[in-house]
């Protein structure tokens, strides 16, 4: 399967012939960037949806892409249960005793007869346990249980945060996650809320755009308390009391509490940060795989979590570059429910707009469900690949096919409803007909084995196994701000009030941050802020980037020394022009700070960014790709990943125009040969020619196959095997024309061999995830350092009752 991993080609099982009722040669692969117009899968249970499912996952994770994974059922929670050795002790674990009883078998039989199930079916498959430790290596693997702490808990308190730029300034979208929302924190406490007519809905939103608007965040007790006391007085044209009574909201603002006091409720507000960034790569840039099991949730708290994780998903899809190749996927097991065809619940908003625009960011939509007449084909009717299984009922099969011609329509593809209906009704378990708008025509084939075990439904006792010893890995908070550090120390005597400087000195202040009656001094440090710009046309970096610091005045040799300064995050506009009431002075050096000093400290603070600031970035060793200014290694080896990913796709697509047009000509001239040979052994059939090797079984095959290069390929190819078929037709030489169809056959094999040669290329040009990076300083010249602000400022500090000083700003 190597090669066909290097094509970021998915492997998903082999062509399947409906009316012998057996499985064929030729392998089924899926381009990964086919994903990205997004897929369904429906099936009936017993269809085999969800290894299907489930091996399309695996598919992606082998490729590196990470995905968010909603599982409502626990059946996806398997993508744990890798054993690379295959080994009985491996299953044993996990099997399911229930299972073995009806079996009549002892847990250690029924394991030792499912890992030998496990290497037999994989080996049919042309599978091994090599490939489950790839799949195993290639991710983390991580079970999240919003509400539980069975799995690794997620906090929500992120979810009440004012949008990003993206979201916010965008007033439909930011309509959107208001609205979804509310709708979301009604339904927790039982409140079916319209959004136009509804005033509990109309309140709420209220408050979540007076914060959000004002790039505030909010958290659950901060609504509680501005339902009681909204930001606004008037809601439309009629006063806030009128609308809503103090008494309603008090009602409304109750009944959230009671939710936020319950018993088990805080685990809400526990573990990781609901941080998609987060959830799709780890620290060191790794992908993950970070699947949400909300089997244990009632119905209002599963939609009010898969809409927040929805929502929060669309606002990190914003903030990403565009692509064409995938990025990442977000895959629902069982959508019933979420994204009906008439009701509107908070996730089928979220869900309808990133169908709509989740394409151009590479984010790839993949939702699964037994229940196809619950889905809003309207919504669907843009999807790119559907995987279509076993249906139960007659109705079921109507609105299918339906959907399918919706989505005809739409690409303007054309679509045969009575073949597509013959060929649903022959379908058996895991066997399935795909669907692929970037294909010739659908194609039926028989699902692969899983690499993961497929033990079924995992319960709250094995997902907290498998997560034992699982730290909570949020990321800190960001560091706040250094305000000031060193310099604190013994308070000296202090003046009765502020020193007097020579005339013309400017002076400022920090601003004082400090309880009311906390006894504080100002100290004399100066300031110093500039903006400093570094550019290095090799690196390609042109980036420029404030500093601010200050630095204690003492009465020493070197009053002003810069190299123990000290970082703050203060322009000079943050600067007051006036001491705060009640503050002391700490004693100025005397005849130290004058104007010809206070210059002299400027020429020294340009020197000392001179030789002391550089700009750090990386440059990956091989591709030579530089980091951007500030980013950290984590995030510059993510765009590493998408990046190589990218390259990939596009030399793949070089590869099909260039290997589609030989292997069309070849296999055209080959079908002329093999007629000719037929016609002078007499039998002639135009209507069942067929090559005289199998095709899709090669690399070349299964990689070109059913894929239209371009719309003149054909026309070209048969135009240059023209000549051949002439020269065949005057020839009655039926030997030559059997010597001809093996040159020809050799000649297929020798592309395939030439496939396969460029795709190792393909392998090492893009192995961008393990790629070594090397540390690259630039320095500024001095003529782009512009220096802002050389000046005497006084620091607030907090003095201690034993006389000590601690900084206050």
């Known amino acids: 399967m190597d090669d066909f991993e290097k094509l970021g080609q998915f492997y998903l099982g082999r062509t399947y012939d409906l009316q012998r009722k057996q499985r064929g040669g030729d392998l089924v692969l899926y381009d990964s960037k086919d994903l990205v117009t997004h897929a369904i899968c429906v099936g009936m249970t017993g269809s085999g949806k969800t290894g299907l499912c489930l091996a399309l996952l695996e598919e992606a994770v082998i490729d590196g892409v990470p995905a968010l994974v909603i599982d409502p059922k626990g059946d996806l929670t398997n993508l744990l249960l890798t054993f690379p050795n295959l080994a009985p002790e491996d299953f044993a674990p996990w099997v399911n005793e229930d299972d073995a009883r009806r079996k009549g078998q002892s847990a250690a039989e029924f394991a030792a007869d499912?890992?030998?199930?496990?290497?037999?079916?994989?080996?049919?498959?042309?599978?091994?346990?090599?490939?489950?430790?790839?799949?195993k290596g290639a991710a983390e693997f991580t079970i999240y249980t919003p509400g539980s702490t069975a799995g690794v808990p997620l906090s929500i308190v992120k979810s009440f945060a004012a949008p990003d730029a993206s979201i916010a300034g965008d007033p439909e979208l930011l309509r959107d996650r208001i609205q979804t929302t509310a709708t979301s924190v009604l339904g927790l406490v039982g409140i079916d809320a319209d959004p136009i007519k509804s005033r509990e809905h109309i309140l709420l939103s209220t408050i979540l755009q007076s914060a959000w608007t004002a790039g505030r965040d909010l958290s659950l007790p901060e609504i509680i308390q501005q339902i009681q006391k909204p930001p606004v007085a008037r809601l439309g044209v009629m006063d806030l009391d009128a609308f809503f009574p103090a008494t309603d909201r008090f009602a409304l603002a109750l009944s959230l509490n009671n939710l936020l006091a319950s018993p088990g409720f805080d685990v809400w507000m526990q573990g990781e940060a609901l941080d998609v960034d987060r959830l799709l790569h780890g620290a060191d840039g790794k992908p993950r795989v970070s699947i949400f099991s909300i089997a244990h949730l009632g119905d209002a708290e599963r939609m009010f979590f898969v809409s927040l994780l929805l929502n929060q998903t669309l606002g990190w899809m914003r903030s990403q570059?565009?692509?064409t190749s995938l990025r990442a996927i977000v895959y629902m097991d069982e959508i019933f429910g979420y994204f009906p065809p008439v009701a509107n619940p908070p996730s089928k908003t979220p869900l309808l707009t990133l169908l709509k625009q989740a394409r151009a960011f590479g984010v790839g939509v993949v939702?699964?469900?037994?229940?196809?007449?619950?889905?809003?084909?309207?919504?669907l009717a843009n999807t790119g690949t559907w995987f279509l299984g076993r249906l139960q009922t007659e109705r079921d099969k109507a609105r299918v096919l339906d959907g399918l011609e919706g989505s005809a329509t739409t690409t303007g593809r054309p679509f045969d409803r009575q073949a597509m209906e013959q060929t649903l009704a022959g379908l058996g378990s895991r066997v399935f007909v795909m669907?692929?708008?970037?294909?010739?025509?659908?194609?039926?084939?028989?699902s692969r084995w899983a690499l993961s075990y497929l033990r079924g439904p995992l319960g709250r006792n094995e997902i907290k196994r498998l997560m034992a010893g699982r730290a909570v890995s949020a990321p800190a908070e960001p560091a706040a701000s250094t305000r000031a550090v060193a310099l604190g120390g013994p308070v000296v005597a202090e003046t009765g009030g502020q020193p007097v400087l020579p005339a013309g000195l400017p002076q400022y202040f920090l601003p004082l941050r400090a309880p009311s009656g906390t006894r504080c001094v100002y100290h004399p440090v100066v300031y110093g802020a500039a903006q400093v710009r570094f550019v290095d046309a090799t690196l390609k970096v042109d980036s420029s980037a404030d500093v601010t610091v200050v630095t204690p005045i003492t009465s020493g040799v070197v009053p002003v020394d810069w190299v123990v300064a000290t970082s703050l995050d203060m322009g000079p506009s943050d600067l007051e022009a006036g001491p705060a009431p009640g503050v002391g002075f700490r004693d100025l050096p005397a005849n130290i700070v004058t104007q010809k000093a206070m210059d002299g400290w400027g020429r020294d603070f340009t020197t000392w960014i001179y030789s002391s600031q550089t700009l750090e970035v990386m440059r990956a060793t091989q591709s030579g790709v530089v980091s951007r200014p500030g980013e950290s290694e984590r995030?510059?080896?993510?765009?590493?990943q998408q990046g190589s990913r990218e390259s990939r796709d596009q030399m793949i697509e070089r590869l099909r125009q260039k290997y589609g047009l030989k292997t069309a000509a070849a296999r055209e001239r080959l079908r002329r040969a093999q007629q000719a040979v037929d016609r002078e052994a007499g039998q002639a059939k135009a209507q069942t020619?067929?090559?005289?090797?199998?095709?899709?079984?090669?690399?070349?095959?299964?990689?070109?196959?059913?894929?239209?290069?371009?719309?003149?390929?054909?026309?070209?190819?048969?135009?240059?095997?023209?000549?051949?078929?002439?020269?065949?037709?005057?020839?009655q030489d039926i030997g030559r024309a059997q010597d001809t169809v093996e040159v020809l056959e050799q000649q297929l094999r020798q592309l395939d061999e030439e496939l396969r040669a460029e795709t190792a290329a393909v392998d090492e040009r893009f192995s961008a995830e393990s790629e070594p990076l090397e540390p690259v300083?630039?320095?500024?010249?001095r003529t782009n350092i512009a220096v802002r602000l050389v000046a005497l400022v006084w620091a607030?500090?907090?003095?201690?009752?034993?006389?000590?000083?601690?900084?206050a700003w």
């Open 114 to 135: 499912q890992a030998g199930l496990w290497k037999q079916g994989l080996a049919s498959w042309g599978q091994d346990g090599a490939r489950i430790a790839r799949l």
């Open 321 to 323: 570059p565009g692509t």
């Open 367 to 379: 939702l699964a469900t037994q229940n196809p007449v619950d889905l809003d084909y309207k919504g």
């Open 435 to 446: 669907n692929n708008v970037h294909e010739d025509a659908p194609v039926v084939f028989e």
């Open 635 to 640: 995030d510059f080896r993510i765009r590493l």
């Open 689 to 731: 020619l067929q090559t005289a090797i199998s095709f899709g079984t090669t690399l070349l095959g299964a990689f070109i196959g059913r894929k239209t290069v371009s719309a003149s390929t054909l026309g070209r190819a048969t135009t240059a095997a023209r000549g051949v078929g002439r020269a065949l037709k005057e020839s």
């Open 777 to 781: 300083a630039c320095k500024p010249k």
């Open 796 to 807: 607030p500090h907090v003095v201690s009752a034993d006389g000590r000083s601690a900084p």
